[in-house]
C-alpha cells in the first residue's frame, strides 16, 4: 500500500509526465495513441503524419474538458460558453495603466480565464470567480475583490507567465509555454481559493 505522501508524490510526478506529453508528445507516447486509431505498420512516415495529429487532439481534447465542466457547473449544458464583457473590467488597482482606453483582451487570456474558472470550481461557484484585464497583466480575482487574487495571466510578452499566489499573497510568476500549463498548477489555484474561504 502506498502512503499518502506517496501516492502525492506518484500524482505530482505522473502528472508532469503527462503535461510533458501534451506540449510535446515522444515517440512512444505517438505509438501508443496511434497504433489504437491506425491499423497499419508504425513507419517513420506515419509517426511524421501523426505527431502533428496528436498534439491537435491533445489541445482539443483539453479545450473540450474545459468547456464541459464549465457547462455542467453553470447547469446550461446546451449553451455556448463566452466570458460576459462584464467581467472583464479595468483593474481599479491600477488606473494610471487604463488611460487611453489601450487595453486589449487577447483570446488566449480568456482561454486563460476559462481554465482557471474551470480547476477551481470545485472549490467555489463559477460566478465568484471574475476576470479583470489591465495593461500589462490579466487578473482573475476572487469575489471581484483586488485583496483576493487568485491568478495573474502574464500573455502580454514573448514568454508567457502564470503567476500564482502564497498564504501571504506573494506573487510567483511561473514560465508557462502555453494555456494548457496551467492544468499542471492546478493544486496552487485551489489551495488560494480555499484560503480566502477559510476551508484551510
Not at 95 to 105: Q, R
Not at 175 to 193: F, G, K, N
Request: charged residues 25%.
Amino acid at each position: 500500500m502506498l502512503s499518502a505522501a506517496g501516492e502525492l508524490k506518484y500524482i505530482g510526478q505522473l502528472k508532469r509526465v503527462l503535461a510533458g506529453q501534451f506540449k510535446a508528445p515522444d515517440e512512444d507516447w505517438v505509438r501508443f495513441l496511434t497504433t489504437r486509431v491506425y491499423e497499419g505498420s508504425f513507419t517513420q512516415r506515419v509517426r511524421e503524419q501523426f505527431v502533428p495529429l496528436v498534439e491537435k487532439a491533445t489541445r482539443q481534447f483539453l479545450n473540450e474538458q474545459v468547456n464541459d465542466r464549465l457547462k455542467n457547473a453553470l447547469g446550461t449544458p446546451d449553451m455556448v460558453l463566452t466570458v460576459p464583457s462584464s467581467v472583464v473590467a479595468p483593474a481599479v488597482e491600477e488606473p494610471a495603466a487604463e488611460v487611453g482606453g489601450d487595453v486589449v483582451t487577447t483570446e488566449d487570456e480568456l482561454e486563460g480565464f476559462r481554465v482557471v474558472r474551470a480547476i477551481v470550481c470545485s472549490e467555489v461557484p463559477t460566478g465568484r470567480v471574475v476576470a479583470r484585464d489591465t495593461k500589462t497583466y490579466f487578473g482573475v480575482l476572487f469575489d471581484d475583490n483586488n485583496r483576493k487574487p487568485i491568478a495573474r495571466l502574464w500573455f502580454n510578452r514573448t514568454q508567457k507567465y502564470l503567476g500564482v499566489f502564497d498564504e501571504n499573497k506573494v506573487e510567483t510568476r511561473i514560465p508557462i509555454q502555453s494555456v494548457e500549463d496551467i492544468y499542471t498548477h492546478a493544486e496552487v489555484l485551489r489551495a488560494t481559493v480555499a484560503r480566502y474561504t477559510g476551508v484551510v
